[in-house]
């Protein structure tokens, strides 16, 4: 007996029990929120350091999230007066952020308690974007995914200024706020132009209406289509919108940069291929060749602006620029086979980059900045030399790991959708962001360090806590397991594009 | 609905300030003097350098403001349509509160209402 009975004349609408239920795993990572936020601002007066208490409740939160929203009720439903929708593609990608997020705040508790930044603010915040992010993912609305995409992208600007005592993490939050802003400006001026052309605020009215009426008798509707489509450009970073990434990945704090780098492209991506393959799917031969030039320069200029850099987080985020071009491209394609290929680049673009940011973490005492700091790691430390081996070969596509079949997957579907020329400059660009990650790995294993042994101040080699050690392990072996076994790769795409299609 | 008088509006209104400040820009003789450049105060010598330092708390409880007034604006269409919404109008408005108040205990617990 729910006590939402409405007694008055008009009843605009309620909450029904339906609601409560589908979204029982967003109601109670929001109750979490509130609960770690009080927990921490009270129990901290006296004194004490709840940075790693509140980091370790959001790792047990986001689980019990995860068991929850693996025991929803399937198919598809619209909740909350249709502001939100859910069916398989989107719970997939759920898991896939949660588990993410686990990842990276098991990541950033190791790397909070060796850098000692002392506020527990830090796993609210992770929460709270988290929470956006979800809402961005499942949001059926212009208002809803704008208030998701708002409430992940302050969390965001928060975070990427994280350390208050570093001119680099300012410089980069600043810089994330005003581009993003403009994006979220784009967004809104995009979103208004659809609604007042069309007179839709939903998105499957769209699908319904361009079902029935010619695109191009909807005057207007192309150009607020582009706008509207290019904030999510920018949010993640393709290319006429790049140019906040390099600066941005490079100033935060390593775990932050995990964040940046794994959980937006998730839920974006997610968001993208739901929007053009679902609703706007009638625009297809109005926005397929744009987002094409947009992801072919995307990864070609992601390969080759990453030849020159010495730094890794940077490099790291041009390589992120490209893989975001090859996931759009993979959208391009409008088959069901692209919708497959973005899930599997997606799902062995988040090992290859958990792995790669816990090694980084694991470094952090060795002061690895630049390319040539890795030289002697095989020697020192033949675990993480591993990790990063296996993460980089992934990265580049390289046959026995699970990238290849990313890439694999994207490019088949790409001839599949006829579109040749790109996926012929797709693969030359893989070969060509190839050499910078074989450079890398020729550093590390054929390069003799310059740091004396046994030196005091000079530690090289990784120091890992046990759960990041556990992580490290898990991912890298994971990314080696999955090419000899892909039918759970396959399994979970196929199930997960059908959704989408169906 | 007419909009090219608007139009025409925009064009005339930029063109009359522009032409304002132009004026002065271009026509007026420059001739810099070390008086006439120097900062003005009430006619005395200049006591200190006019950039003062700015104490952040102002801008703290300037942001406190806005968020608890925003609350309250918000509370105003609520309070009007009440009758209509019921009972879930107002569960949702104390959802609103109570998250708003959540916020509230934060910053009391941090200090950013001690002031000093």
Redesign the interface.
């Known amino acids: 007996m729910f ?13 029904f029990s339906n609601d409560l239920v589908s979204l029982l795993p967003e109601i109670f990572l929001v109750c979490c929120i ?1 609960l770690f ?2 927990h921490g ?2 129990f901290s ?1 006296t004194g004490r350091i709840l940075s790693t208490n509140v980091a370790n409740l959001s790792i047990l939160a986001l689980v019990f999230v995860c068991i929850l929203l693996c025991c929803s009720p399937g198919g598809n439903y619209l909740a909350a007066y249709s502001c939100f929708f859910e069916d398989d593609f989107i719970r997939i990608i759920k898991v896939f952020l949660l588990l993410t997020c686990i990842f990276c705040v098991t990541l950033s508790l190791f790397y909070i308690q060796l850098e000692k930044s002392n506020t527990f603010e830090y796993s609210v915040l992770l929460l709270i974007s988290l929470f956006g992010i979800i809402a961005v993912l499942g949001a059926n609305d212009f208002l809803s995914l704008y208030l998701g995409l708002e409430l992940q992208a302050l969390s965001f600007y928060t975070l990427a200024a994280n350390v208050r005592v570093s001119e680099f993490a300012t410089e980069a939050g600043l810089k994330y706020f005003v581009i993003g802003a403009v994006a979220s400006g784009f967004y809104l001026f995009g979103a208004s132009l659809l609604y007042g052309f069309t007179g839709c605020v939903r998105f499957s009215d769209f699908s319904l209406l361009l079902s029935h009426i010619a695109p191009a008798e909807v005057e207007g509707i192309f150009l607020a289509f582009f706008i509207f489509f290019s904030s999510f450009l920018f949010k993640v970073g393709a290319v006429p919108f790049h140019a906040w990434v390099p600066d941005v990945y490079e100033g935060t704090s390593l775990n932050v940069t995990a964040i940046f780098a794994l959980l937006p492209k998730l839920a974006l991506f997610g968001v993208i291929t739901r929007l053009l393959f679902c609703y706007f799917f009638s625009l297809f031969d109005v926005w397929q060749f744009p987002f094409v030039l947009c992801a072919v320069f995307s990864f070609v200029w992601g390969s080759l602006a990453a030849l020159g850099q010495g730094r890794i987080k940077r490099l790291l985020a041009y390589g992120g620029i490209s893989h975001s071009g090859y996931l759009l491209f993979g959208v391009c394609s409008g088959t069901v086979y692209g919708a497959q290929g973005v899930v599997i680049y997606l799902l062995s673009y988040i090992l290859s980059g958990v792995t790669i940011f816990c090694s980084l973490v694991g470094l952090r005492f060795s002061r690895v900045r630049y390319i040539a700091d890795f030289a002697g790691l095989s020697l020192f430390s033949p675990g993480v030399a591993f990790a990063i081996a296996a993460s980089l070969l992934s990265a580049a596509g390289i046959p026995p790991v699970v990238g290849f079949f990313g890439k694999l997957s994207i490019f088949l579907s790409a001839l599949a959708g006829s579109l040749y020329v790109g996926a012929l400059f797709g693969v030359l660009c893989s070969v060509i962001s190839t050499f910078y990650y074989l450079r890398i790995l020729r550093t590390i294993f054929f390069e003799n360090g310059s740091r004396p042994l046994g030196a005091f101040f000079s530690f090289f080699g990784s120091y890992f806590s046990k759960e990041l050690s556990f992580l490290v392990g898990f991912c890298a072996v994971l990314l080696f397991w999955i090419p000899i076994n892909p039918r759970i790769l396959f399994f979970i795409s196929f199930y997960s594009s059908i959704g989408l299609i169906g | 609905m007419s909009y090219p008088p608007i139009a025409g509006f925009m064009v005339l209104s930029a063109f009359i300030a522009s032409f304002i400040l132009g004026l002065s820009f271009f026509v007026a003789k420059l001739k810099p003097d070390g008086e006439k450049v120097s900062a003005y105060e009430c006619g005395f010598d200049p006591f200190d350098d006019a950039r003062a330092r700015f104490d952040v708390r102002f801008y703290l409880v300037a942001i406190l403001f806005i968020i608890f007034d925003l609350e309250v604006t918000f509370c105003f269409p609520w309070a009007l349509t009440l ?6 109008g107002f ?1 949702s408005i104390v959802f609103f509160l109570g ?1 708003l108040t ?1 916020g509230f ?2 910053e009391w ?2 200090g950013a209402l001690d002031w000093e």
């Not at chain 2, 009758?83 to 879930?88: C, E, H, K, P």
């Open positions: 006590p939402f009975s409405v007694h008055s004349r008009f009843s605009y609408f309620s909450f509130c936020l009080v601002v009270v007066k | 009758f209509y919404s019921g009972l879930f569960y998250l959540l205990v934060y617990q941090k």
